[in-house]
């Protein structure tokens, strides 16, 4: 592989994303990149949920259309993006 085919991501073999509309954050110690993350805490928050249990179901649901997410790291994809969840501003 050279320098202009990109990266590769080692668990799904996709291209790793990158660019302006993706967010590193941190998984079970690993940075990941998130496609439209901001978009998407923006569009959960603003339908208020009341439950911790629904917002992440909610995150979830809307990364993983656009995001690979390992089945065994949902747990931890769902704590780290409600992590994110409440550290964005409204």
Do not use: W
Not at 7 to 31: A, R
Not at 45 to 64: F, G, M, R, T
Not at 69 to 87: M, V, W
């Amino acid at each position: 592989m050279n320098a202009d085919e990109g990266k590769y991501c080692i668990v799904c073999g996709g291209m790793v994303p990158s660019g302006s509309d993706v967010k590193q954050i941190e998984i079970d110690g690993k940075m990941i990149g998130i496609y439209c993350l901001d978009e998407i805490i923006a569009r959960v928050k603003s339908q208020n949920h009341d439950s911790e249990a629904k917002i992440k179901e909610e995150l979830l649901a809307a990364v993983s259309k656009k995001n690979y997410i390992p089945t065994k790291k949902r747990e931890d994809y769902a704590a780290a993006l409600l992590r994110e969840y409440k550290a964005k501003k409204d």
